[in-house]
T-cell receptor, first 116, second 119 residues
């Protein structure tokens, strides 16, 4: 089954404790992206990657890091989480080139992060 | 930069009735894609319908249809014969069709409309 997976689904942590949210896709997509969703703000892009070893900032990158060492994986790293990073996080993927049909982005199930 | 506006934070509809969710956007591009995503309580983002800007014909998917007005930069979603399972947050989203530069792959979302379906 084609899918994007994220782990963990729920995470409660304390300020300053480094954490990683994993994202993996099995569709051989080149493009991957992280979004955060906050009430009243919709979804905003944090970082994206066009391919292995190619990453760039989105609209709200402060406080986050990413890496893309393998095509299927795109982890999101919070090295020193703060309460304002409490949010719902989504990973998404899509092909780099629009082909017939699959120009949509496929979303993971979301990770609910609470930083106290 | 593109912006997407959903002016209705909340909407409600009676089961079996029709409801229309509004979305407007701002862009200087001529070619782009528009999407409606549904987010039920499970939080999963589910693609409901998409529209290519170069197509004049409005997209339809079963009970879901759009009214795409390119000149007015309007992209509303109509849900016919509403069902209890349609209750969800709905997001309108924009994506450039200019596939040059990674930033153009970004989906720009509106703030969402929470749809309640009353039995």
């Amino acid at each position: 089954e084609a899918q994007v997976t994220q782990n963990p689904r729920y995470l409660i942590t304390v300020t300053g404790k480094k954490l990683t949210v994993t994202c993996s896709q099995n569709m051989n997509h080149e493009y991957m992206s992280w979004y955060r969703q906050d009430p009243g703000l919709g979804l905003r892009q944090i970082y994206y990657s066009m391919n292995v070893e190619v990453t760039d900032k989105g609209d709200v990158p402060e406080g986050y890091k990413v890496s893309r060492k393998e095509k299927r994986n795109f982890p999101l790293i919070l090295e020193s989480p703060s309460p304002n990073q409490t949010s719902l996080y989504f990973c998404a993927s899509s092909p780099n080139r629009d082909r017939v049909g699959p120009y949509e982005q496929y979303f993971g199930p979301g990770t609910r992060l609470t930083v106290t | 930069a593109q912006t997407v506006t959903q002016s209705q934070p909340e909407m409600s509809v009676q089961e079996a009735e029709t409801v229309t969710l509004s979305c407007t956007y701002d862009t200087s591009e001529s070619d782009y894609y528009l999407f409606w995503y549904k987010q039920p309580p499970s939080r999963q983002m589910i693609l409901v319908i998409r529209q290519e800007a170069y197509k004049q014909q409005n997209a339809t998917e079963n009970r879901f249809s759009v009214n795409f007005q390119k000149a007015a930069k309007s992209f509303s979603l109509k849900i016919s014969d509403s069902q209890l399972g349609d209750a969800a947050m709905y997001f309108c989203a924009y994506r450039s069709a200019l596939l040059v530069g990674g930033s153009n792959y970004k989906l720009t979302f509106g703030k969402g409309t929470l749809l309640t379906v009353n039995p």
